[in-house]
């Protein structure tokens, strides 16, 4: 195994997923990867593609931007602050994401745990008060 600069490694992931090319993102998962996130657990390559593609047709013009602390590192673990952004529909949506990950001996992404603020996209999926209101109760 290459030692790696894990830092380096998470902005590849990053510019892979900026790409919106599946496979360039899929080159640096593990093949037995799971990636967790408020949409479900994704385990392995098949269903990590799938995923990535269900990514890039719901949200166009997906851009992940680092933001706030960006990217903390210690051993094989990174932890990443983001903003993440594009087109639901026709709507422009932003919204704050956090990463944990985890990369096995050959550099590769292992683990990949992704929390969001569903209140601000839930919060931008709404127009009247009285939806804005409901939300903020929630």
């Known amino acids: 195994m290459s030692v790696i600069n894990i830092e380096d490694r998470v902005r590849e992931v990053l510019a892979a997923l900026n790409s919106h090319d599946p496979e360039r993102v899929l080159a640096l998962m593990a093949e037995d990867a799971v990636w967790i996130n408020p949409n479900g657990a994704f385990k392995g390559k098949a269903e990590l593609k799938r995923y990535i593609d269900w990514m890039n047709t719901v949200v166009r013009d ?13 051993g094989n673990e ?3 602050e983001h903003e993440i952004s594009g087109i639901v529909e026709v709507e422009p949506v932003s919204f704050l994401s956090f990463c944990a990950y985890e990369f096995d001996e050959n550099n590769q992404v292992k683990i990949l745990r992704t929390v969001f603020d569903r209140l601000a996209l839930a919060e931008q999926g709404t127009d009247s008060w009285l939806s804005k209101t409901i939300v903020h109760q929630v």
Not at 63 to 71: H, K, N
């Open 78 to 80: 990174a932890m990443v």
């Open 62 to 74: 997906f851009t992940v931007t680092l933001s706030g602390v960006g990217i903390m590192t210690k």
